[in-house]
């Protein structure tokens, strides 16, 4: 059993903190809109009135923020809980921010011998409820086995992608990654349908041959070719393009640094801006889908 | 047993009329290159000298040439097989051209009450000496039953994709996806080792994340991350990047044709021809790693 | 005076007809619409009731069709004018065709002793009326020679662009710098205008920096900046988006036969492929900036 | 006169000074290499052991330096000038930075009443040298005011971009425009030219059309075309590859926090990437057009 401090308990936060009540954690929890607090602590958690009283028996904690910067402040701000924390205290950021900001961060609290480690998750709501999201983990591999247990909780695949800010890292390869399945089996589909062909019998070709993918085989854009995705039910749901453009701009931040060439990532970056420009912003991923089968 | 004229006895086509011969079918050969005749020959295939002689008893032609022009005009041309053949021949053009070409061949013979589907294959030599090819093919469901038991002795994924032209828009769109997949993968697995990742590590993540993918899974282009891919064979064997280039200029024939949006598709063609110019036609398609790999 | 017959009466080559006719030339003309042919007549055309009836008298035949296979038939079909052409007849051919069909046509014609230079044009209506087209001719010198004096009638800036066919090539190129240029001035400024800066200042100081090009000097697409051009008339009149996408399908077939490498003209393909889709064909083609500038 | 302190004496700060030394007026010198100092001493500046001495008697501080984490280190930093300078001193950074930088630097100067312009330039060492620059300014009119008489000295075209920042925005739309520009007419010249095309036909040709733009007709990339440029000199001189790559990763930046959609400028950026990566880094930014170019 855990002491651990939770900040940060929106759509993914809650439930992630909910998680570790029920498996018999001692979970102090902090968020700006006191709604959320009452719904955790209503399942067992405590509370504080600071940032530093939530802090103040912690061994471990976690943080779901919005952005580098929040997660940045949280910890090394003007009043950042580096002072609050007791050496040897393991942060787990499960933010999904850039990794040169996570690399500060943890080099900001060694100083204090405090433990940092990079865990951006994938999954949705969906897999924060179930318990079922990915974690892709960056830092020491002794903290990496500290927080393994915890993250089991959560999550289902556990994934140690390196050194601090690998986590970080490897998702924005990842969903940088998905962005170029999703629009290239859009726009491959698309040009079947133009062509007289059946999605459905084109999706059933394509998954298998060599165009197989994540987003053909289990998440497909087209509308009617598979039950119980977004693209089945009006593009509510699952993954939403804002988030998706928030991921890209990661991915794009990181690759300007590392001087890496990205032209497919590049232009799915694009494409997605335009997506949410359209009005798209609150739907499913998918359904850039539209952009290429709209009919004039 | 069927009487089979067989034409075009290349990489591709060697095997596959080798794979008839032992199924036990009467097969007549022709090709302009007499050493690859006496090969088919020595497997107990007939020839004849003219095209006309080797189509005299068959029942079913088929057909493994480089481009459109040489497939109409061995059938409608002006000394095309068209006046030869006998009404209900079954023709099988196994060739990768042009959905309008394989339309408009099929429609010059039709008038003759000669059948046709267009029948392209995925799988490579590799597959088309094993007998496992990939066939996706396009003309009348009464057409696709006779062939079938065919194809079945030379590949293993028999689909029907639709109407004549079909089955060319499907291998068109299946190659113009596997195409964004290659990249896409080469591009993300660049971002991460530029950021210090170990390939293997990210490809493990990805490939039980959403960024899975054929590429990424069984086919991985940096090499030594898998092994017995042409990646950890310098590149050698497999697909070569030649073929991928001319299937993506079907692809964006195709998508000019019926006025397809294909960003990704569009430019996936320029970067593999780009890697042609570079002197790699002749390695496998997944070398465009290279590019992204390269250091200066 | 030359005795000249003209095929093809639409926006364009009705007033490049008429001012031919101005000029003083023997104007013998054909189309599909009476109403077309009429307005000619009534200007001093005469007319006939049969192409070949048309050419009977023509020392020069000057065609302005809407693509590659009506220009051939025109020429070489079934009933081709080939037959009713008096030899050394010079068949300038102003459709904006691909290439390969323009060398295919001068080709047939040649063994006629027919002559045939390309020469498509630039200038829109407002160009053809006004006699101020630009012409890119594709033929030999002497041919070229020829028909020049006609072309100055109906253009300012004649262009010999090299053999046959090298008109065309021109114009594709030159219209896929277009599209280039004008996407790439659209994204520019609302990225500027994204970030605060009005954007008639920031012409101003691209325009007269290396940022200077066609499309933002004198054709601006961003509403308000310029007075005069289409973006400040809803985008009416100009050069509409449905012939920006047909000329860059042209522009594609050329660069798939000649393996060239287009990132970016290919890209442009698409995107005015999704602009078109959105309902914006008949807009100019600077509508392209409001793909960029909508606010969601 | 004036009374200026200069920091960052390379390509482009070392001429500049020069140019405001024997315009007459007052230079204290600051450069980590002693050479750069020498130099400009010798020229009549003076110069100090520390920046805070450098600045003692300043009325405008001149800052020149290689990207933004420098400039505001040097102003803001732990040991910054912000507690040596005199109110109302005028910082002009000439860096080109990001403009969220330039932003956060002046907000963090004018707590102390220290007035700050971002007035990044255009031009290259020859401009430089000769006092030719473009400065883009971003600051309030007033401070325009103050440093135009010094900008004049540097010089030639000043323009007045808008707030702070917004001289650093206007550069970074310029730069990603000139280099579509420089992709876009380097693969419309080789589409010619692989058509059979002659390049210097062709260029005069769309440079007398609406394919016109800077990098056509006064800095042509193909070699032979024009005399006096890049290309004609083996692309030495110019402008730096890794300049336009640096230029259009502060231009990527911009966008993906302003949420703009820029695909052909994503395009360009990884285009530039892989060209640096394939070894031409030091080369002229015209030399992409290699990459067109190349024979297998």
Same sequence: chains 1, 2, 3, 4.
């Avoid at 140690?160 to 990654?177: D, F, I, P, S, W």
């Avoid at 062509?195 to 998954?207: A, Q």
């Avoid at 359209?278 to 539209?290: L, M, Q, R, T, V």
Wanted: a negative charge; proline letters at 4%.
């Amino acid at each position: 059993m855990t002491s651990i401090a939770f900040f940060g308990l929106g759509n993914m936060g809650g439930p992630m903190a909910a998680n570790l009540i029920k498996a018999g954690h001692q979970v102090c929890v902090f968020d700006l809109f006191p709604e959320a607090v009452d719904k955790l602590v209503a399942l067992g958690a405590t509370t504080a009135t600071t940032p530093e009283l939530v802090v103040k028996n912690a061994d471990v904690v976690i943080s779901m923020l919005p952005a580098g910067k929040h997660v940045f402040d949280l910890y090394l701000g003007d009043n950042g809980l580096v002072k609050a924390l007791k050496p040897n205290t393991l942060v787990i950021d499960s933010s999904t921010i850039d990794s040169a900001t996570a690399i500060k961060t943890a080099q900001g609290l060694k100083s204090h011998k405090i433990h940092f480690i990079d865990a951006p998750v994938s999954g949705g709501v969906a897999g924060a409820s179930a318990g079922t999201l990915s974690f892709m983990v960056g830092g020491a591999e002794s903290n990496f086995a500290s927080a393994k247990p915890l993250l089991d909780v959560m999550g289902k695949n556990i994934f140690h992608a390196g050194e601090v800010g690998a986590g970080q890292v490897a998702k924005a390869c990842n969903n940088m990654l998905l962005s170029i399945l999703m629009v290239g089996t859009s726009e491959a589909l698309q040009l079947g349908i133009d062509n007289g062909l059946d999605p459905k019998v084109l999706s059933e070709i394509m998954s298998n041959s060599s165009g197989s993918n994540w987003t053909l085989d289990v998440y497909n854009p087209c509308p009617g070719v598979s039950e119980g995705v977004p693209s089945s039910n009006n593009y509510q749901g699952g993954f939403m393009t804002d988030l998706m453009a928030k991921d890209l701009g990661l991915a794009m931040d990181t690759a300007v640094q590392s001087h890496s060439s990205t032209p497919l990532g590049g232009l799915t970056r694009s494409l997605y801006a335009l997506h949410q420009k359209s009005g798209n912003g609150k739907k499913d991923f998918s359904s850039i889908f539209e952009q290429f089968s709209q009919k004039n």
